[in-house]
């Protein structure tokens, strides 16, 4: 009769645990942090600007963007809901494929024009009909999901329209929190594209040039939040003179 005794594959692996490493001081959390900090990518200069940036109102924002400017630092927690944003954008990319009532004619449709470059989350047609529609899938949570659709979104959308030369639009927002679902049409609308890369040709004009913008936004319309959360406020000449307008 055998009288050893096996031990599990836990008990093995305590028993090779030496008596003289201290795990009391590790954290989980700080090395995800670590982790996701090595995976973060360094700015780079660009002569292009993102379709999802360029909603912004200032022209100094548009610079640093262009520039590579580093931007404030994002933190682990960030990083990570920007990874479920993306699970949740897969999500409901596998539903448009799925339902009967749709055609998808192409996922992540790209455009990359001298001035802009951005990708859309899909472009399809709804079964009773024949004309193409664009979705961009949007996330949100908390009280942010009370001023939905959001403008810069919209602006996103029209870009896309004006690119792809598609009438029609659609904003599809999920609610982190409550699984809610809810849809938003977007109308198209060049004028105001064409209004916004002129600007963008005026601000490359700048970085190419060797030049600054003249000052931020209209001082009419200007609002303290812009530059407080922006991501760039640490280096940004202009919000140096509103903080110190401001006495912060």
């Known amino acids: 009769m055998n009288t050893s005794l096996e031990r599990t594959p836990l008990e093995s692996q305590k028993m090779n645990i030496k008596d003289d490493i201290i ?17 973060k990518g ?29 931007r404030n630092d994002i933190s682990a927690n960030d ?3 920007f990874e479920q944003g993306n699970e949740i954008h897969r999500t409901l990319m596998r539903a448009m494929l799925e339902t009967r009532e749709i055609d998808v004619i192409t996922s992540e449709a790209t455009t990359s024009s001298d001035l802009v470059h951005g990708k859309c989350d899909c472009i399809f047609s709804f079964r009773d009909g024949k004309e ?16 939905i659709p959001q ?15 598609i009438d029609h639009g659609w904003l599809l927002y999920y609610n982190k929190e409550t699984q809610e679902l809810q849809d938003f049409y977007v109308s198209r609308d060049d004028e105001k ?5 002129e600007r963008l040709q005026k601000v490359k004009d700048l970085v190419e040039s060797g030049e600054k913008p003249d000052g931020g936004p209209n ?21 140096k003179v509103k903080k110190e307008e401001k006495g912060t």
């Not at 995800?32 to 900090?37: A, D, R, V």
């Not at 193409?132 to 001023?147: E, L, P, Q, T």
């Not at 594209?193 to 890369?197: Q, W």
């Open 23 to 39: 795990y009391e001081d590790r954290s989980l959390v700080t090395i995800l942090e670590e982790h996701l900090e090595q995976r």
């Open 151 to 165: 403008d810069n979104h919209k602006t996103q959308v029209q870009v896309y329209q004006y690119f792809f030369d």
């Open 219 to 239: 001082r009419d319309k200007w609002s303290y939040n812009l530059c407080k959360y922006c991501k760039f406020n640490g280096i940004c000449d202009f919000a």
């Open 79 to 81: 990083k990570l809901t």
């Open 193 to 197: 594209v064409e209004k916004i890369l």
């Open 132 to 147: 193409m529609n664009i979705v961009d899938f949007k996330s949100s949570k908390g009280s942010s999901w009370n001023y």
């Open 42 to 70: 360094k700015t780079k200069e660009r002569d292009y600007f993102y379709a999802s940036e360029i909603h912004n109102k200032c022209e100094w924002f548009l610079w640093h963007c262009l520039k590579g400017s580093e």
